[in-house]
């Protein structure tokens, strides 16, 4: 069993940063995928970022160029740098990991998530 704790939201101006921080306890972390997905009021839960134990990198469409993600295998921990914020950005952000690589295109059920972090980007 994994439990994922995420920290880091709060309130920023439109085109402000924040730092999103997960911290996984329970299994080795370093054999995981990792990622972020966020749902908006209303909205599908929509894929933002993933990194795999090789580190390569995946982005939501409407996330590139303005968010980054990383990984610190001996802190247990996965990062979302969050840039030049937009309104449409306000959400709650969940981690999640799995045994696999996943993507965007990903629809399986991934292995863990937590229970989410609020970011509200005020215009």
């Known amino acids: 069993q994994v439990q994922l704790a995420e920290s880091g939201g709060g309130l920023v101006q439109t085109g402000g940063s924040l730092r999103l921080s997960c911290v996984a306890s329970?299994?080795?972390?370093?054999?995981?995928?990792m990622g972020w997905f966020r749902q908006a009021p209303g909205k599908e839960r929509e894929f933002v970022a993933s990194?795999?134990?090789?580190?390569?990198?995946y982005f939501g469409d409407s996330v590139k160029g303005r968010f980054t993600i990383s990984r610190d295998n001996p802190k247990n921990s996965v990062y979302l740098q969050m840039n030049d914020l937009e309104p449409e950005d306000t959400a709650i952000y969940y981690c999640a990991a799995d045994g696999r690589e996943f993507t965007k295109a990903t629809r399986r059920s991934l292995d863990y998530w937590g229970q989410g972090t609020q970011v509200t980007v005020l215009s």
């Open positions: 329970g299994r080795p972390f370093a054999s995981f995928a």
């Open positions: 990194i795999s134990w090789t580190e390569v990198k």
